[in-house]
């Protein structure tokens, strides 16, 4: 992360000015707070664009609890592939923070939506986005943003997104029922992290059950769409009750080759 804030330094970045990394373009912008003007938290991204000048349909990517990384990479590599624009967003390194897989809720779901909203406004200022065509991709601590991000209450309509996928978010009934806008939640049904009975649960009271799609992948477990070491590997973190306890994340080709197909046919059909 520290490559990151010093190439934004160098290039005088407040806004995207075509300084390249090897691995995308340096920005930083402020967020939003939660009347929608300018906030007083700065935050980084890298973007990642196809070739040609656009305008492109962009979607945003929030990380998990262990911060941006080789993860967030490696999807907006695919997710360019298929014709977007990419904005991997990091809501820990500017706020001093590294991974908080035990401790989750030092820089909370409802933090970051605003980063979410402060990302929108600054992508609607590059003239390679397509600013009617926004869309959401976050995976367990950017999952669970986005099941805040898109409830009718925060009004995210406001900020053209069309669409959202969370993989493996935290669910949490009674309060993410009210969902704005169509979402695609995507976890394996042995998920010990993020209880799949959670969003089994949330299934049963949403408001408008017609803008979700809940689907849970037979036999796979967390982080099952990255191609970690074949035989996964087991990891501490916070979970169910706040206790910290092993957690399983493990690859799954078939949950992940399922899952590709179904978010590229998703995005499809609503930002393009």
Known sequence: MKKVLSAALVCGLVALSGCKTATGESARYPNVTASGGVGDEQISAKIYRPEGAGPFPTVILLHGCNGPGAHMQWWADKITSWGYAAAVVDSFGPRGQGDLCQDTHRVGPYKRVFDVFGTVEFLKTQPFVKADSIGLIGFSHGGWTIMKTVQRGFNP????????????????????????????????????????????????????????????????????????????????????????????????????????????????????
């Not at 979402?183 to 949330?202: F, Y």
């Not at 979970?239 to 493990?250: A, L």
């Open 157 to 272: 309509s406001k900020y053209n997104i069309k669409a959202a996928v969370a993989f493996y978010p935290y669910c949490t009934p009674g309060r993410d029922d009210d969902v704005a806008l169509p979402l695609m939640v995507l976890m394996g049904d042995s998920d010990d992290w993020t209880p799949p009975a959670n969003c089994q649960k949330l299934q049963t009271s949403l408001k408008t059950p017609t803008l979700v799609d809940m689907v849970f992948l037979k036999g796979a477990y967390h982080a099952f769409d990255y191609p970690y070491p074949p035989g996964g590997y087991v990891v501490q973190g916070v979970g169910e009750g706040g206790k910290i306890t092993s957690r399983r994340v493990q690859y799954d080709a078939k949950a992940a080759a399922e899952a590709d197909a179904r978010t590229k046919a998703f995005f499809e059909r609503h930002l393009k």
